[in-house]
C-alpha cells in the first residue's frame, strides 16, 4: 500500500486535472479507508475513558459513526459541537483525511474506464499476467460474496446479545431498586471499581433506558433501537472482515503477479464473529488457501474489540512441491519470489 503523502499527490494531481483513471480512484478509496481506520482506532486508544451516564450527545455521535470516508464530512459535522475530551481526539485523528475524502466525492462523477480494445486476429492470442491490484478486486468480491450471505447469521446473534442485556439489566435493576440503590445502566455494570464492570452492556443499555423521576424504563423504542443498534455493529463486522483481510493479503497480490482465479471453500459465523476461506491460484501452477476472520474478544478492563487473525495454508509452489509453516512473513519472502 502506497504512503499516505504518495496518495494525497497522486489525488491532488487528479483533482487539478478534473479526471481520475478508475484503477487510481479505486486503489485511493482502499488505502485511504484503511489508513483511516487505523489512525481512528489510535486516537480512540488515547482518549479518555467515557462516563457512559453523562455523555449521552457523544455516545450517540459514535454510534451513528463509523471510520469511511464517505461518512466522514458528515461525523465532522456531529462532532464539531462536542467539546468532549474523546470527540477532540477522535476529530484531531481524521482531520487529514476530510480533504481527501472531499475530493474522492468530487472526483466520483469523473472517473475515467478504460475503453475495450479492438479485437486483432493475430492466431494465439497472449494474455499478460494479471497485476496484483486487479487481482484485488477479485479477492474483494468473494469477501464480500462470504459477507453478504453470512449477515444475517450476524444480525440475528446481535439482536439475540443485545436482548439478553436487556432482560438481564431489567431484572438487576429490580433488585437494586427494590434495596434503595441506585440503578442506571453506569451505576450498575459502568463503574471500574466495581464487580461487575460490563462497559458492552453498559453502553446498550444507556441508549435502551431513560430516566423517570427516580426510575429508570425501557425507551417506548427501545425494540427498534436494539434493531438498529445490532444492525449496525454486524454490517461494521462485515465490512471490517472485507478490508482487513484485503489489507493483509493486499501485498502478497502485489508483488507475485499472475494472479488467475479465486475460489470461496466455506464459511462460518460464530459467536458474533465470520470466518471464511478462500482459494487463490496463479498462472504460474501456484496457490495457496487462506482462512480469513473477525472474532470479538473482551480486553482486560472488560472492553470488547475485534481482531482478525488470519492463515494460510495448503500453499504450492509453481514446481509442486509444498511450502512448510506459511506464515504472513514466508509468503511475503518465499512465495512471492518464485515465478
Given at each position: 500500500?502506497?504512503?499516505?503523502?504518495?496518495?494525497?499527490?497522486?489525488?491532488?494531481?487528479?483533482?487539478?486535472?478534473?479526471?481520475?483513471?478508475?484503477?487510481?480512484?479505486?486503489?485511493?478509496?482502499?488505502?485511504?479507508?484503511?489508513?483511516?481506520e487505523?489512525?481512528?482506532?489510535?486516537?480512540?486508544?488515547?482518549?479518555?475513558?467515557?462516563?457512559?451516564?453523562?455523555?449521552?450527545?457523544?455516545?450517540?455521535?459514535?454510534?451513528?459513526?463509523m471510520?469511511?470516508?464517505?461518512?466522514?464530512?458528515?461525523?465532522?459535522?456531529?462532532?464539531?459541537?462536542?467539546?468532549?475530551?474523546?470527540?477532540?481526539?477522535?476529530?484531531?485523528?481524521?482531520?487529514?483525511?476530510?480533504?481527501?475524502?472531499?475530493q474522492?466525492?468530487?472526483?466520483?462523477?469523473?472517473?475515467?474506464?478504460?475503453?475495450?480494445?479492438?479485437a486483432?486476429d493475430?492466431g494465439?492470442?497472449?494474455?499478460?499476467?494479471?497485476?496484483?491490484?486487479?487481482?484485488?478486486?477479485?479477492?474483494?468480491?468473494?469477501?464480500?460474496?462470504?459477507?453478504?450471505?453470512?449477515?444475517?447469521?450476524?444480525?440475528?446473534?446481535?439482536?439475540a446479545?443485545?436482548?439478553?442485556?436487556?432482560?438481564?439489566?431489567?431484572d438487576?435493576?429490580?433488585?437494586?431498586?427494590?434495596?434503595g440503590?441506585?440503578?442506571?445502566?453506569?451505576?450498575?455494570?459502568?463503574?471500574?471499581?466495581?464487580?461487575?464492570?460490563?462497559?458492552?452492556?453498559?453502553?446498550?443499555?444507556?441508549?435502551?433506558?431513560?430516566?423517570?423521576?427516580?426510575?429508570?424504563?425501557?425507551?417506548?423504542?427501545?425494540?427498534?433501537?436494539?434493531?438498529?443498534?445490532?444492525?449496525?455493529?454486524?454490517?461494521?463486522t462485515?465490512?471490517?472482515?472485507?478490508?482487513?483481510?484485503?489489507?493483509?493479503?493486499?501485498?502478497?497480490?502485489?508483488?507475485?503477479?499472475g494472479?488467475?482465479?479465486?475460489?470461496?471453500?466455506?464459511?462460518?459465523v460464530?459467536?458474533?464473529?465470520?470466518?471464511?476461506?478462500?482459494?487463490?491460484?496463479?498462472?504460474?501452477?501456484?496457490a495457496?488457501?487462506?482462512?480469513?476472520?473477525?472474532?470479538?474478544?473482551v480486553?482486560?478492563?472488560?472492553?470488547?474489540?475485534?481482531?482478525?487473525?488470519?492463515?494460510?495454508?495448503?500453499?504450492?509452489?509453481?514446481?509442486?512441491?509444498?511450502?512448510?509453516?506459511?506464515?504472513?512473513?514466508?509468503?511475503?519472502?518465499?512465495?512471492?519470489?518464485?515465478?
Amino acid at each position: 500500500m502506497a504512503s499516505f503523502e504518495d496518495n494525497r499527490l497522486v489525488l491532488q494531481a487528479a483533482f487539478d486535472a478534473g479526471s481520475i483513471k478508475n484503477t487510481d480512484y479505486q486503489r485511493l478509496k482502499q488505502d485511504f479507508n484503511w489508513a483511516l481506520e487505523r489512525a481512528d482506532r489510535e486516537a480512540q486508544q488515547h482518549a479518555p475513558r467515557i462516563d457512559y451516564q453523562n455523555a449521552s450527545a457523544l455516545l450517540k455521535a459514535l454510534d451513528d459513526y463509523m471510520p469511511m470516508l464517505h461518512t466522514l464530512t458528515k461525523a465532522d459535522q456531529k462532532f464539531q459541537d462536542l467539546d468532549h475530551p474523546t470527540a477532540v481526539a477522535r476529530r484531531a485523528g481524521w482531520h487529514p483525511f476530510l480533504q481527501p475524502a472531499q475530493q474522492l466525492q468530487a472526483l466520483k462523477d469523473h472517473v475515467v474506464k478504460r475503453a475495450p480494445s479492438a479485437a486483432i486476429d493475430v492466431g494465439a492470442k497472449y494474455r499478460a499476467p494479471q497485476a496484483g491490484r486487479e487481482a484485488i478486486f477479485h479477492i474483494k468480491a468473494r469477501l464480500e460474496e462470504i459477507t453478504q450471505s453470512a449477515y444475517q447469521e450476524l444480525l440475528d446473534f446481535f439482536v439475540a446479545r443485545f436482548q439478553r442485556f436487556q432482560a438481564l439489566y431489567l431484572d438487576h435493576a429490580e433488585i437494586a431498586k427494590a434495596q434503595g440503590r441506585r440503578h442506571s445502566p453506569y451505576d450498575l455494570w459502568g463503574r471500574r471499581d466495581q464487580t461487575p464492570y460490563w462497559p458492552e452492556a453498559c453502553d446498550c443499555l444507556s441508549q435502551l433506558v431513560e430516566q423517570r423521576q427516580k426510575t429508570y424504563i425501557l425507551k417506548a423504542r427501545a425494540p427498534d433501537l436494539l434493531q438498529a443498534m445490532a444492525e449496525r455493529i454486524a454490517a461494521n463486522t462485515r465490512d471490517h472482515f472485507v478490508y482487513k483481510n484485503l489489507e493483509k493479503i493486499d501485498s502478497i497480490l502485489d508483488a507475485k503477479g499472475g494472479f488467475d482465479r479465486v475460489e470461496v471453500l466455506g464459511r462460518r459465523v460464530d459467536l458474533g464473529g465470520l470466518e471464511g476461506s478462500l482459494r487463490v491460484f496463479f498462472t504460474d501452477g501456484s496457490a495457496f488457501s487462506v482462512r480469513n476472520s473477525v472474532v470479538w474478544n473482551v480486553s482486560v478492563h472488560g472492553k470488547p474489540f475485534q481482531q482478525f487473525p488470519l492463515r494460510f495454508f495448503d500453499v504450492r509452489m509453481p514446481d509442486g512441491s509444498m511450502l512448510s509453516t506459511p506464515s504472513e512473513e514466508r509468503m511475503n519472502l518465499i512465495f512471492c519470489k518464485t515465478t
